[in-house]
C-alpha cells in the first residue's frame, strides 16, 4: 500500500488556477481504493466538490486513481492546508501529507516616509547627516521582506524590521526603519526602498518574485568644517594702492555663504561683511587695510570659521620708491657734507677764540667737553721772549757796549722768573670728560 502522490505546488498569487495532486495508485491483491475527500487543517468538514464552484476533480473519472483537486480563482481564502483522505475496500481511512497552500498577496500599500512624512518615487529629498528612514508594507502575505540599497550598495544592516498583523486575517504588515548617517559621497544617488513577496525557498510554483520599490534621489546637505582663507597674491606685503585677493575655500550642499572678518592693526574694533562672494577683493589698497583677515562659511547645516588667518601688510609703491630713494640719498649726502663742513667751522671759530682768551689770561689749564684730553697754556716760552728782550736793554750802556755785569744780571733775572714760573704753574692735567670749559684752577 502506497499513500497518494501529493503535488509540489505550495503557492499561488491571487487569481491564478491550481491543482492539488492526489493520485491512489493501485495495491497488491488488485484491491483500489474506494474514494477519497479532501479537508483544509483549519476546518473539520470536508470540501464538498460539487457545492462548491471554484474546486471541481482534475479527472472526475477518477481514471488510475486520479482524485486531484482543482482551485481555480485563487482568493486569499483559499490560503490554507490541504490534505486528502482515502479509503481501501474494507473501510480502512488513510491520510496524506499536509500540503500548505500559500496565496501570495501583493502590499496593498508601500509607503516610504521621513520625519513622519511620505515621500513619493523620484523624489529629491535633502538629507544631511544621520537621517531615518521608514519603509513600509502593508496587507501583503505572507511577511514582506524590505532590503536598502544605496546606489549598488546594500545598507540593510542599519535597519530594523517590525512585522505586526494586517487589516484582516492572512495579511500581514511589515515596517522597516533606516537609521543611517548619509556622507557627501552619498550626493545624487538613489535610495531605494525594496518590498520582496516570496515564499519559502522549497516552494516552485512561482517562477518570478512579487516585489515593489521607491526610489528617491538624495540631495545630500552638508558643509564641511575645515574652512581656510589664503592670499591669491604671492606675498603678505602689498604696495600701496595695489590690489588685494582673498580666497575663502569651503566644501558644502548648497553652495556655503561667506562673511568676511577684519581686524585692523590701527584699531581694536573688528569689521564685518556679511553674504559676500567666497572671494574678497580690494581694489586699491591704503594704510588704513593692514591687519588680519579671516572668512566664516555657512549653510543651512551649520556655520564654520575659517582654521586660519591672513596677515596683510602694505609696502611703497615700487614706482615712487624708484623716483623717491634717489633723491633721499641725494639730498643725505648732501646734509653729510654740510654738516662736516660745518662743525670744522665751528671748531676752527673756537680755536681762535680760545687762543684770543689764553693771550688775555695767561697760563691756563682747561678741561674741554667733548673728551679731548686736558691741556695748559704755558706762557714759559712768552716769558723767555721777554727776558731776551730785557737782556737786549740791560746790555746796551749809555755809550751803547754790552757789559758784563748787564749780561749776568739778565740770567739771574731770567732764572729767577723761571723759579717763579715753576712754583705757579701746575703740570698738565689728564682727566675724564667734563660737561664746560673750566680753568685748571677750578677743576
Excluded at 537621517?131 to 505572507?142: G, K, L, Q, V, Y
Excluded at 739771574?412 to 682727566?431: F, T
Amino acid at each position: 500500500m502506497q499513500e497518494p502522490i501529493t503535488s509540489p505546488l505550495t503557492a499561488a498569487s491571487l487569481g491564478d488556477t491550481l491543482e492539488l495532486r492526489c493520485i491512489i495508485e493501485k495495491t497488491f491483491a488488485g484491491l483500489t481504493a474506494t474514494g477519497a475527500l479532501w479537508y483544509r487543517t483549519d476546518k473539520s468538514q470536508y470540501i464538498n466538490i460539487e457545492a462548491a464552484s471554484r474546486h471541481s476533480y482534475v479527472d472526475s473519472n477518477h481514471t488510475d486513481g486520479d482524485w486531484s483537486l482543482r482551485i481555480s480563482n485563487v482568493t486569499l481564502e483559499d490560503d490554507a492546508g490541504y490534505y486528502c483522505q482515502w479509503s481501501m475496500f474494507g473501510g480502512n481511512f488513510y491520510d496524506s501529507a499536509v500540503v500548505n497552500l500559500t496565496v501570495i498577496t501583493l502590499p496593498k500599500t508601500v509607503r516610504l516616509n521621513r520625519n513622519r512624512e511620505d515621500v513619493s518615487t523620484g523624489t529629491v529629498v535633502s538629507v544631511s547627516g544621520k537621517e531615518i528612514f521608514t519603509c513600509h508594507a502593508i496587507d501583503s502575505n505572507p511577511e514582506a521582506t524590505i532590503t536598502w540599497t544605496l546606489g549598488n550598495r546594500d545598507i540593510s544592516d542599519s535597519a530594523a524590521v517590525l512585522y505586526t498583523p494586517g487589516s484582516m486575517k492572512k495579511l500581514h504588515d511589515t515596517t522597516s526603519t533606516l537609521n543611517y548617517t548619509f556622507q557627501r559621497n552619498d550626493n545624487e544617488k538613489t535610495l531605494r526602498c525594496q518590498v520582496l513577496v516570496q515564499v519559502e525557498e522549497q516552494a516552485v510554483a512561482i517562477t518570478e518574485n512579487i516585489s515593489e520599490q521607491i526610489d528617491v534621489i538624495l540631495d545630500v546637505q552638508y558643509l564641511h568644517d575645515v574652512v581656510t582663507v589664503r592670499n591669491v597674491g604671492s606675498s603678505g606685503t602689498i604696495k600701496k594702492g595695489g590690489e588685494l585677493q582673498l580666497q575663502c575655500e569651503a566644501n558644502g550642499n548648497p553652495k556655503p555663504k561667506y562673511s568676511w572678518f577684519f581686524q585692523p592693526v590701527s584699531s581694536a574694533k573688528q569689521s564685518l561683511w556679511e553674504h559676500r562672494n567666497s572671494v574678497l577683493i580690494i581694489p586699491a589698497v591704503d594704510n588704513d587695510d593692514e591687519g588680519e583677515y579671516w572668512c566664516a562659511a555657512d549653510n543651512n547645516v551649520g556655520r564654520y570659521s575659517a582654521v586660519n588667518k591672513v596677515s596683510i601688510r602694505v609696502g611703497f609703491n615700487t614706482y615712487m620708491a624708484s623716483v623717491v630713494a634717489p633723491i633721499v640719498i641725494a639730498v643725505g649726502l648732501l646734509l653729510g657734507i654740510f654738516a662736516v663742513v660745518f662743525i670744522a667751522y665751528v671748531k676752527h671759530f673756537l680755536c681762535f677764540k680760545q687762543k684770543e682768551r689764553d693771550s688775555e689770561q695767561g697760563s691756563l689749564s682747561y678741561k674741554p667737553t667733548n673728551g679731548v684730553l686736558n691741556y695748559a697754556i704755558d706762557k714759559t716760552l712768552d716769558d723767555e721772549q721777554d727776558v731776551d728782550r730785557k737782556k737786549q736793554k740791560v746790555s746796551e750802556s749809555v755809550d751803547g757796549t754790552k757789559t758784563e755785569e748787564s749780561v749776568n744780571y739778565a740770567e739771574l733775572d731770567l732764572a729767577e722768573k723761571k723759579e717763579q714760573q715753576k712754583a705757579k704753574i701746575s703740570p698738565v692735567i689728564y682727566s675724564s670728560i667734563v660737561h664746560e670749559l673750566k680753568p685748571a684752577s677750578q677743576v
